[in-house]
């Protein structure tokens, strides 16, 4: 079942913060954040593992909660470069065959 | 970067032709993924493969079929093409299946079929 994103898009001014949820009606494993330019493949972001540390890269970091079957990505002091649309994918075990990408957050960051 | 291409990158086809898209990696990565994508469902799973000759269904594989027969090479055949199945496919690898392993993906091939 696909995992549910909020916003659907979001508009920033460089320098701002903003946050993009991902959730699941069921227990959740892993999830997985992806960012994908206008017009480019997806570019893998970072992993977070029920029961693991909270991740983060550079200005980027995300949590997760299992409990509530949510992940949250933390983009701090926005770049123009953030611009693009961020998904998370989610699994329900470890076995790997049941990841399933959410429909994506739009975020456009403007001077 | 990941060694990971798509052919063609884009292609225009008739209703009711067979098309057959390629994915070719470098990296010896054992699984194989065929996603479409299409506005507001994000990335859906077409077919994926485990290993050479090793196949399964994704959810939305009505209408694809896959192949495998060597370790560097997915080919994603849409057999009697319709105008539902316009859209961008990427092809993505990863080295295992396991819940921690990223996918590296490709650039897409822009699919119309009129």
């Known amino acids: 079942q696909q995992p549910v994103q909020s916003p659907q898009a979001v508009i920033l001014r460089e320098g701002e913060d903003a946050v993009i949820n991902c959730s699941s009606s069921k227990a959740l494993y892993s999830v997985h954040w992806y960012r994908q330019k206008h017009g480019e493949a997806p570019v893998f972001l970072m992993i977070?593992?029920?029961?693991?540390e909270q991740k983060g890269h550079e200005k980027i970091s995300a949590s997760f909660n299992e409990k509530k079957q949510q992940s949250s990505l933390y983009l701090t002091a926005s770049q123009l470069s953030y611009s693009g649309t961020y998904f998370c994918g989610t699994e329900t075990n470890n076995y790997g065959q049941n990841f399933v990408f959410g429909p994506g957050t739009r975020l456009s960051v403007l001077p | 970067d990941a060694g990971i291409t798509q052919s063609p990158r884009h292609k225009v086809t008739e209703t009711g032709t067979p098309v057959t898209l390629r994915c070719h990696q470098t990296?010896?990565?054992?699984?194989m993924y065929w996603y479409r994508q299409d506005p507001g469902h994000g990335l859906r799973l077409i077919h994926y493969s485990y290993g050479v000759k090793d196949t399964d269904k994704g959810e939305v594989s009505d209408g694809y079929s896959v192949s495998r027969s060597k370790t560097e090479d997915f080919l994603l055949t849409l057999e009697s093409a319709t105008s539902s199945q316009t859209s961008v496919y990427f092809c993505?690898?990863?080295?295992?299946?396991?819940?921690?392993?990223?996918?590296?993906f490709g650039q897409g091939t822009r699919l119309t079929v009129v």
């Open positions: 993505a690898i990863s080295a295992t299946g396991e819940a921690w392993a990223e996918a590296f």
């Open positions: 977070l593992l029920k029961g693991g």
């Open positions: 990296e010896n990565h054992r699984y």
